[in-house]
C-alpha cells in the first residue's frame, strides 16, 4: 500500500471513529452506559435505614400488638413510666406500649405516620435511584436525571410534613392516653428534627437547580455549535 493510500485509510478511520466515539469506548460523546455498582448502595443507606423503622414499627404493630413511639422526655425527669418499657432514656425516648394501653385513635395516628414515612422512603429512594444511575452512565445533564432529583424532592417534602403532622398528633394522643402530658412528656417532634429536615430539602433544591442549568447551558452550547 503506498503511503497516500495509507494516509488516506488512517484518516477515514479516523473519521468514522469521532461521530461515534467508538474509538474511545463512548457512544454519542458520552461515556458507555456500565452496570449499576455501589454508588447507589453507599448514597442511600439514609433512605434504607428510614424505610427498614418505618416496616420494623408496622410490622411489630401486626405481630406483637405493640406501637412504637417515639416521646420527648421532660428535662430531669427520673425512672420511666408505669408499665411501659422504654427503649432509649434520654432526650427523644422509644416506647413499645401495648395496644390495650392505647386508644384506636392514637394506634391508627402513630401507624398512618410510619406508613408514610415508609411509602415514601420508597419513592425517594426510587427516584435517586434513576437520578444516581444517569449520572453513573455518563448522562449527568439529561432531563430525566433533573426530574428524577424534582421527584425526590417533592417526595422528601411531602413525607416529611405527613410524617411530622400525623407523628405530632399520634404522640400527643398517646400521652393523653396514658395520663403522662401532665408530667412533661410531649411528641417526638424536635427544632432540630424540623431544621434537619428543611436543611435536606434545600440541599436537594440546590442539586436540582445546578443540574438543570447545567442541562440549559448544554442545550445553549449545542445550539451554537
Known sequence: MSPENLADSSGAGERGAAPGGQGNGTAGGCPRA????GLEMFSLLAVAALVVH????LIRAVTSHELTVALERPAGAAGGISGVEAARAEGVVTFAIGFDQLSGASIATVLAAQASLLLGGLVAGWAASRAIGAIAAGRPLSGGAARRVLTVFWATAATGAAYGLLLMLGGNL?????????QGYGNGVTTWGILGWIGVLGLIQVFYRALRRGA??????????
Open 34 to 37: 456500565g452496570g449499576r455498582g
Open 54 to 57: 418505618a416496616a420494623t414499627g
Open 174 to 182: 398517646v400521652t393523653r392516653d396514658l395520663g403522662i402530658f401532665d
Open 216 to 225: 440549559q447551558a448544554e442545550d445553549e452550547l449545542e445550539g451554537v455549535i
